[in-house]
């Protein structure tokens, strides 16, 4: 499956035993020419909370189990609707990172309540001692350097870790070199997704993200969402916010501080398989 090019393998956990997978399996399946090939791995599991529908998991291409995915969150839905799995078009899941609930819409998107932002640096968690910010609006804004250069960013928590970035020229910029470096910056203990943009409008950004354990993909939800929450924050951008990315568009909505993001688009099935391990 994918969300606007964010690509999915997904498997349905509830009627097959997939209890023996290790951290291995999944960096096969993940690969492009020796598996199936994904972004990243999402499992369809029985819930173990009551009051939720289903338990969601996600695992990197690196085989690394992580907290949120906004765009395999629409994925789930599209998947357990399509299996017969769930016969409702709003479902509550439970993820790493808590309580997500996306609905399926009546033109087929798909909006995903991915709850609040978490905007406290320690929370992210990102290591500001010895740092100092600068205010613009309502965001701290923090400098980090890597490789002699420093760049400002905005560090957001979607139940997962960004550092947002803006850029004049995000075409242009140089994603590949600099991604692996914020990711990989010793001061986010846990790595972090690095999203780059460019506002276009107060209601328009282009966005590329470089995913913590996947490397550039062609869309990351959540890194729209932690994007457009930095915009906002920094009074750049106003809700709702268009949000393309080289996959495709999506559409983020929030009202602020204490408010949930919603996050809304496309889900797609592209083929269903088999594969012997």
């Known amino acids: 499956m994918h969300g606007a090019g964010n690509d999915f393998i ?139 250069k420093t760049i400002d960013f905005t560090p957001v928590s979607m139940g997962n870790p960004h550092a947002v970035q803006l850029v004049d020229d995000v075409a242009n910029y140089p994603v590949l070199l600099d991604g692996p470096l914020i990711e990989h910056h010793p001061r986010f203990p846990k790595r972090v997704n690095a999203g780059f943009m460019q506002v276009l409008d107060p209601q328009h950004i282009r966005l590329r993200v470089y995913e913590r354990g996947a490397g550039e993909t062609l869309a990351c939800g959540t890194g729209a969402c932690a994007a457009v929450v930095a915009g906002i924050q920094r009074g750049l951008l106003t809700s709702p916010v268009r949000v393309s990315m080289h996959g495709g568009e999506l559409s983020i909505a929030w009202q602020g501080e204490n408010h949930p993001v919603f996050l809304s688009g496309p889900a797609v099935t592209v083929f269903d398989g088999e594969i012997n391990i």
């Not at 994904?38 to 009551?50: F, H, M």
Request: hydrophobic share 40%; with cysteine.
């Open 10 to 148: 997904v498997i349905d956990a509830i009627n097959q035993d997939i209890s023996f997978f290790t951290a291995e399996h999944w960096k096969h399946l993940a690969d492009r020419r020796f598996g199936i090939g994904a972004d990243q791995i999402l499992v369809v599991e029985r819930p173990v909370t009551e009051g939720v529908d289903f338990r969601y998991r996600i695992y990197n291409a690196d085989g690394g189990e992580v907290e949120q995915c906004g765009n395999g969150s629409r994925a789930f839905v599209r998947f357990v609707t399509d299996k017969k799995l769930s016969a409702k078009t709003s479902i509550r899941v439970e993820t790493m990172a808590g309580i997500i609930e996306p609905s399926l819409n009546e033109n087929g998107s798909i909006t995903v309540n991915m709850g609040a932002p978490i905007l406290d640096a320690a929370q992210v968690p990102f290591d500001a001692s010895d740092l100092k910010p600068t205010v613009q609006a309502k965001a701290l804004v923090w400098p980090l350097v890597m490789n002699g």
